[in-house]
Antibody, heavy 120, light 105 residues
Framework: QVQLRESGPGLLRPSQTLSLICSVS??????????WTWIRQHPGKGLEWIGS???????YFNPSLKSRVIISLDRSNNQFSLNLTSVTAADTATYYC????????????WGQGTLVTVSS | DIQMTQSPSTLSASVGDRVTVTCRAS??????LAWYQQKPGKAPKLLIY???SVESGVPSRFSGSGSGTEFTLTISSLQPDDFATYYC????????FGGGTKVEI
């Protein structure tokens, strides 16, 4: 069973770039069976999909975040990353990395989540 | 963008109750709908996919139905472990989540 763990800074200043890494165990980033996905949850609120990427090259993003998001796959370290530029307080949230099967974009595995706070 | 609307936003129930949560899509999503359960401080857990397929390991009291734009999640007999927040998610076009339904005592 694939396990995921997020890591990265918990506090950012406005205008900085949020960078998170998701370490993958029990499976390979190179697997064609999954989409590697980022989802966030604002404090006390619902879930928001950020974007997904497949090792074969397909990457797609939430249109509302697309201009600020990069998702990269690192096969050497078996991890994938999220970069979100020009953050504001509105980007304060718990960020989850997740996996979806190639045949359907529902989430079958989640990391434990990491809280990122944007504050001056 | 496809919008997902859940109702109710909060539901008060007792152990043993039959509970139904509704999710409506702003346009047809065929059967591309999933349901998740989330407890405080935890990541969501997949319950149902493709509108009515129960994920392995999920108790049989959970069921899903619907297609097109209207869907339901039913818990046939509410158990103490089921008090949580439930989210629907469409995956017909990108991914969009509903606003959540909190099931409380």
């Amino acid at each position: 069973q694939v396990q995921l763990r997020e890591s990265g800074p918990g506090l950012l200043r406005p205008s900085q770039t949020l960078s998170l890494i998701c370490s993958v165990s029990g499976g390979s980033i190179r697997s064609g069976d999954y989409y590697w996905t980022w989802i966030r949850q604002h404090p006390g609120k619902g879930l928001e999909w950020i974007g997904s990427s497949h090792y074969g090259g397909r990457t797609y993003f939430n249109p509302s975040l697309k201009s600020r998001v990069i998702i990269s796959l690192d096969r050497s370290n078996n991890q994938f990353s999220l970069n979100l530029t020009s953050v504001t307080a509105a980007d304060t949230a718990t960020y989850y990395c997740a996996i979806s099967p190639i045949y359907g974009d529902y989430v079958i595995g989640w990391g434990q989540g990491t809280l990122v706070t944007v504050s001056s | 963008d496809i919008q997902m609307t859940q109702s109710p936003s909060t539901l008060s129930a007792s152990v043993g109750d039959r509970v139904t949560v509704t999710c409506r899509a702003s346009q047809t999503i065929r059967s591309y709908l999933a349901w998740y359960q989330q407890k405080p401080g935890k990541a969501p857990k997949l319950l149902i996919y493709e509108a009515s397929s129960v994920e392995s390991g999920v108790p049989s009291r959970f069921s899903g139905s619907g297609s097109g734009t209207e869907f339901t999640l039913t818990i046939s007999s509410l158990q103490p472990d089921d008090f949580a927040t439930y989210y629907c998610q469409q995956y017909d076009s990108d991914l969009t989540f509903g606003g959540g339904t909190k099931v409380e005592i």
